[in-house]
């Protein structure tokens, strides 16, 4: 489900990628998006950990295998903006940038290069909730919610705040972990009872 709400917002109706880069340890939960391509025929290239850590080696492999799409963190991309190699990726290479908060300046930078790159928001407890194109014409953000996914930013009594206040953002959607094991205390003060959608049963995350 993920992969085809990212399908219907990355390629279109397009075809699938050819090629994508595992550019993370298996035990991130992002890496699931990558996995989730190849259902629909892209090869995948499972990235070293030794190469992740090396711009030099990881642009040179984008290079060689041809890379349509890859997941980086926006460590990574930094790390390649101080080697001087950001620019040696090829424009051709779409990017899916999770993992951390993006900063002011590589959400510039990213924008104004030859690539797509996406900036994508979720807790391990949401999975990638929201999304949206890195437009360095466009203030930072993170985006949209995904199909499947509703997205609220409340005060500290739990009340939608208008538009451009600040205050802790709660997400909901059915890729929703359901809670903390053996841990019920933590489950019920982060998973809290969803009170905006009139869903019977279901929880919002506070993230």
């Given at each position: 489900w993920l992969a085809v709400s990212l399908a219907g917002e990355i390629i279109g109706d397009g075809p699938p990628p050819k090629t994508v880069a595992l550019n993370s340890p298996v035990f991130f939960d992002g890496h699931v998006i990558q996995f989730s391509w190849m259902a629909g025929g892209s090869t995948m290239v499972i990235v070293p950990e030794d190469v992740r850590r090396d711009p030099h080696r990881l642009v040179d492999?984008?290079?060689?295998?041809?890379?349509?799409?890859?997941?980086?963190?926006?460590?990574?991309?930094?790390?390649?903006?101080?080697?001087?190699?950001?620019?040696?990726?090829?424009?051709?290479?779409?990017?899916?940038?999770?993992?951390?908060?993006?900063?002011?300046?590589?959400?510039?930078?990213?924008?104004?290069?030859?690539?797509?790159?996406?900036?994508?928001?979720?807790?391990?407890?949401?999975?990638?909730?929201?999304?949206?194109?890195?437009?360095?014409?466009?203030?930072?953000?993170?985006?949209?919610?995904?199909?499947?996914?509703?997205?609220?930013?409340?005060?500290?009594?739990?009340?939608?705040?208008?538009?451009?206040?600040?205050?802790?953002?709660?997400?909901g959607g059915g890729r929703m972990a359901r809670g903390y094991h053996n841990r019920p205390a933590l489950t019920a003060e982060r998973f809290v009872p969803d009170s905006f959608t009139g869903r019977a049963g279901r929880r919002l995350y506070r993230t």
């Open positions: 492999l984008l290079i060689s295998h041809e890379i349509d799409l890859m997941d980086c963190t926006p460590s990574q991309l930094d790390m390649a903006t101080g080697f001087g190699v950001l620019d040696d990726i090829p424009a051709t290479t779409k990017m899916l940038v999770i993992g951390e908060a993006v900063s002011e300046k590589l959400w510039r930078t990213l924008g104004a290069g030859p690539w797509q790159a996406y900036n994508l928001y979720g807790p391990t407890e949401t999975h990638a909730a929201t999304m949206t194109v890195i437009d360095p014409a466009e203030p930072l953000s993170i985006g949209v919610p995904l199909p499947g996914y509703d997205a609220f930013v409340v005060d500290a009594s739990g009340e939608l705040v208008p538009q451009g206040v600040a205050g802790e953002l709660l997400v």
